[in-house]
């Protein structure tokens, strides 16, 4: 597929108001540039051809693969990074500001599909599919969500049934990223005793089907799809068999949540970032029109929200590091920055005016992505459930 | 092959510049460094031929220990080992003195660098080396193929170009589009981790002290002049401009 490239260079800077590369070691700046620089040359050039024709641009897996942007933080031995958590960050923080529905690529081929066959897999089902999904050979999903089940993943009705040789899967998983393309697939099912395990499905199994969902108006560089399982034999050697209950997919989420909250801020500060050129740069009654004090307001009040976002970050990732970051405490940035960013993309776009709906500024798709983003992974308010229950200790969702 | 790259340590392009101790000293507060991009170039060139055939790629910077994540960037894109010669690169003289000195001590059978830094833009450094170590430099080359011991060089001269051919050793000034700006990717990055970096101590003495330094006056504001009156533009091209 051949993209039509864009005639704007992409000439981002990254606010850093409160100092806070002093934070970071010299390797994660080179991290973050060489993301940067990534971005510049093989996203930003492409990404509004692709998401205006809403067509996935296949070709970057496997580049993303060789930058190295899969599973930063899984171990060397497996074709991984084996970096820290603020590296994975960055990352995230980098390809979001190039596009959301890049850093969904990457967000569940590292998180959701790498991280689960790393962390609950066997050491054969490492070796097996790790080093090629790293090198972005294999592209990977993840299936939680039914058309039944959203919020509610412990209800699922996706099951797997014992065949003493092997298992039978049945169900269908829906808004499946990266599915339409997807070699394999983590799934996320119950067994007989109503345990929820997860099961590596490969493309080409028998009833094995994944049906692209069209007609997107976010994150539509990304391909979106349902998992379709109509008695698919899955070899027992396809369980992972490390893991047992929703915590499972749950741990999952938690790092890919982390990393949302991380990209968010990318695409928030290409927002700010966007805003802020053109707000001195666009003539209105002979001035800037970065010379009126409404418009000051919306850009002092984007860099004051930034910069809590990128102290937030910054400090999970030292949590995440340590161990020690909680799943309440990933909600709070998850929401926090998704948020933020909403609101940035949308006074961003007050301030580009009429140009602010077109793709000749980043503004709109980053608004629009950002609608998939504040859903995905935890809506907005069951992320306020979440610390609703943490803080109080009563659990609201039922 | 053996090849030894320099590169310098330099304000990035959209850097902000001003001075300080009554303009004598360059402000690097807030100034974010890069490699210089010829010297990326070059860079970019000797990983492709060491890709191509082999051998070893040595980064080798003339400057202060603030240069080091300059040169781990080089190392993440693919040269072996590095050298710091550290002092602080204070004239081309200097400069080109230091890196004669190492490579001396080795058989380069090339040695390549920017055509100039962006910084003082003096582009004169790899014709100095040439000199020191009696082997020929050119500059500014745009491409460069490597067959056994003859090098055969595309230069780019005033209003074309020339095709050499040259036997190695050589110095050489390279510039775009010599090779395409490598991108370092993780594992890269994580190898230059444990790449040896050695730190040497300067030979000889610069020669030359900065006064002063003086940034150009600012752009005035354009002045639009209609098009019928062509005897004011030609009034204020000579007497306001004094250009005519
Ligand atoms: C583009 C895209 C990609 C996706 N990719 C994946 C993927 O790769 N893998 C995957 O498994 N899933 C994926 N999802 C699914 C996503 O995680 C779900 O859409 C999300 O969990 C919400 O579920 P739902 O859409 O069924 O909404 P529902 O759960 O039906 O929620 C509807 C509304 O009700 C609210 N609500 C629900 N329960 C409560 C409650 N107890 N109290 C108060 N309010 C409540 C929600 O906050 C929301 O506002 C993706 C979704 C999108 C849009």
């Known amino acids: ?398 | 092959m053996k090849i030894l790259v320099c590169i310098t340590n330099v304000p990035d392009t959209t850097a902000k510049i001003s001075f300080t101790d009554s303009d004598t000293k360059f402000n690097k507060a807030g100034v974010t460094y890069i490699c210089g991009p010829y010297d990326d170039y070059a860079l970019s060139r000797a990983v492709e031929l060491k890709e191509q055939s082999g051998g070893t790629v040595t980064v080798l910077n003339v400057g202060e220990a603030d240069s080091e994540q300059v040169i781990r960037k080089c190392l993440a894109i693919g040269a072996d080992d590095a050298i710091r010669v550290n002092c602080e690169p204070t004239d081309s003289y200097f400069v080109a003195q230091q890196i004669a000195a190492i490579a001396s001590q080795e058989n380069y059978d090339l040695i390549l660098m920017g055509r100039e830094s962006i910084d003082f833009n003096g582009g004169v450094v790899h014709g100095l080396v040439g000199e020191m170590l009696g082997i020929p430099s050119l500059s500014p080359v745009m491409k460069l193929d490597i067959d056994g011991k003859t090098a055969r060089i595309t230069r780019e001269i005033e209003g074309g170009k020339e095709d050499i051919e040259a036997t190695l050793p050589l110095v050489l000034g390279c510039q775009e589009p010599i090779a395409e700006w490598k991108i370092p990717n993780m594992r890269g990055i994580m190898t230059a981790r444990t790449k040896p970096l050695k730190v040497v101590e300067p030979t000889g003495d610069d020669l030359t002290v900065t006064r002063k330094f003086e940034l150009p006056a600012p752009k005035g504001a354009v002045k639009m002049i209609a098009a019928d009156e062509v005897e004011k533009l030609v009034d204020l091209l000579k007497n306001e401009a004094k250009v005519l």
């Not at chain 1, 068999?241 to 949540?257: F, Q, S, V, Y």
């Not at chain 1, 990393?259 to 209105?284: H, K, P, T, V």
């Not at chain 1, 503004?363 to 629009?368: A, Q």
């Open chain 1, 1 to 398: 597929m051949n993209f039509h490239h864009s005639s704007r260079t992409d000439i981002f800077e990254s606010p850093d108001f409160y100092e806070i590369d002093d934070l970071l070691t010299d390797e994660h700046k080179l991290i973050r540039q060489s993301v940067r620089d990534f971005v510049k040359k093989e996203i930003s050039p492409i990404i509004e051809d692709a998401c205006q024709r809403a067509v996935f641009p296949e070709h970057l897996v496997k580049k993303m693969g060789e930058m190295g942007i899969f599973g930063p933080t899984i171990p060397q031995e497996y074709g991984a990074g084996g970096l820290d958590y603020i590296s994975y960050g960055l990352m995230m923080q980098e390809i979001e500001r190039g596009d959301s529905g890049m850093r969904s690529t990457a967000s569940v081929q590292g998180s959701l599909v790498m991280f689960p066959i790393y962390a609950f897999g066997s050491e054969d089902q490492r070796h097996k599919y790790l080093p090629k999904l790293a090198s972005g050979d294999f592209l990977g999903c993840f299936g939680l969500t039914e058309p039944d089940f959203g919020s509610n993943p412990s209800g699922m009705k996706t099951n797997l049934k014992d065949m003493g040789d092997h298992f039978l899967l049945n169900g269908s998983k829906m808004w499946i990223s990266n599915a339409p393309k997807a070699d394999i697939a983590v799934v996320w099912a119950k067994n007989e005793q109503g345990r929820v395990k997860g099961v590596i499905a490969e493309r080409g199994m028998e009833g094995f089907s994944t049906p692209e969902i069209h007609g997107k108006w976010s994150l539509r560089a990304s391909c979106t799809g349902e998992l379709v399982f109509d008695n698919v034999k899955i070899p027992k050697e396809n369980i992972l068999p490390n893991i047992d209950g929703l915590k499972g997919p749950l741990k999952c989420l938690d790092n890919a949540r982390y990393g949302i909250a991380w990209g968010a801020l990318g695409a928030a500060m290409d927002c700010y970032d966007s805003a802020r050129r053109y707000a001195l740069e666009r003539i209105q009654f002979d001035k800037p029109i970065a010379s009126f004090q409404l418009i000051q307001k919306k850009l002092a009040e984007m860099l004051t929200e930034i910069t809590k976002a990128q102290l937030v970050c910054w400090r999970l990732g030292m949590l995440k590091n340590a161990g020690k970051a909680s799943s309440a405490q990933i909600s709070l940035a998850k929401r926090n920055n998704v948020e933020i960013a909403l609101n940035i993309a949308r006074e961003a776009r007050q301030i580009h005016g009429g140009m602010g709906i077109t793709g000749e500024y980043p503004i709109m798709r980053h608004m629009m992505n950002l609608e998939s983003v504040v859903t995905y992974e935890g809506t907005q308010d069951i992320h306020l459930l979440i610390l609703g229950k943490e803080i109080t200790g009563i659990q609201a969702f039922v």
